[in-house]
Every structure is written in structure tokens, then in C-alpha cells.
């Protein structure tokens, strides 16, 4: 129990003295100059923000849905190991159902096409 308090008291000891010091240390202000993009030694030739197509993340989002839930499929294989087999093919039917009647409702929105 004496180790347990010891490791506990320098914890909160080192905790204070750094969050003590983090307060005397100087606020650095850096410069308009250093707040600037920097493009290779060039100022920079337009805006350094560009426009996200929300399109992207719709087409990322919709790849992370159905890859993951394609992973469900991987242990098909071993499935055919067990008493009954039937259940798993119902249930990759199942599974395979609801991939089917995702796409066809992404399809139907407009999801996946790519310009309007």
C-alpha cells in the first residue's frame, strides 16, 4: 500500500509543478508574418482553402458502409462447418438482401451519381 501512495503522490506532485510552470512560462504572440502560408519561398498565389466537394464524402461514406458490411461475408467459408448449414445460408442471404436494397436506395436518391 505504501508503493501504491508513493507512485500516486509523485503523479500529483509532477502534475502540479507542470501545470504550474505551463501557467509562468511567456505567451508566445507569433507575427503576421509567421501566421502566413507558406508555398515553397512564394507567396502564396490564391487562397490556401479549397472547396471540399461534399460528393467525395458522400462516395467515402458509402464505401465505408458496404465494405464493412461485406466483412460480414468473410466467415462464409467456415460456415458450412456447422451442424446446419442452412443457417448460414440464410443468413448470408440475409446479409447479402439488405447490401442489395441499400444500393438500390442510394441509386434511386442520386447517391452515386457523380455530376448532376
Same mark, same amino acid.
Given at each position: 500500500m505504501n508503493l501504491i501512495t508513493t507512485i500516486?503522490?509523485?503523479a500529483v506532485a509532477?502534475?502540479?509543478v507542470l501545470a504550474l510552470v505551463s501557467f509562468w512560462l511567456p505567451q508566445i504572440? +507569433?507575427?503576421?508574418?509567421? #501566421?502566413?502560408?507558406?508555398?515553397?519561398?512564394?507567396?502564396p498565389l490564391g487562397s490556401a482553402r479549397l472547396p471540399?466537394?461534399?460528393?467525395?464524402f458522400l462516395v467515402a461514406i458509402l464505401f465505408l458502409l458496404f465494405d464493412l458490411e461485406i466483412a460480414l461475408l468473410l466467415p462464409l467459408p467456415w460456415g458450412d462447418q456447422l451442424?446446419? +448449414?442452412?443457417?448460414?445460408? #440464410?443468413?448470408a442471404a440475409s446479409v447479402l438482401t439488405l447490401l442489395?436494397?441499400?444500393?438500390?436506395?442510394?441509386?434511386?436518391?442520386?447517391g452515386l451519381e457523380?455530376?448532376?
Open positions: 500516486v503522490a509523485i509532477l502534475s502540479m504572440t +507569433p507575427d503576421p508574418e509567421k #501566421l502566413s502560408p507558406y508555398e515553397c519561398g512564394f507567396d471540399f466537394s461534399l460528393r467525395f451442424s446446419s +448449414p442452412l443457417v448460414t445460408f #440464410l443468413w442489395t436494397i441499400g444500393l438500390i436506395y442510394e441509386w434511386v436518391q442520386g457523380w455530376a448532376e
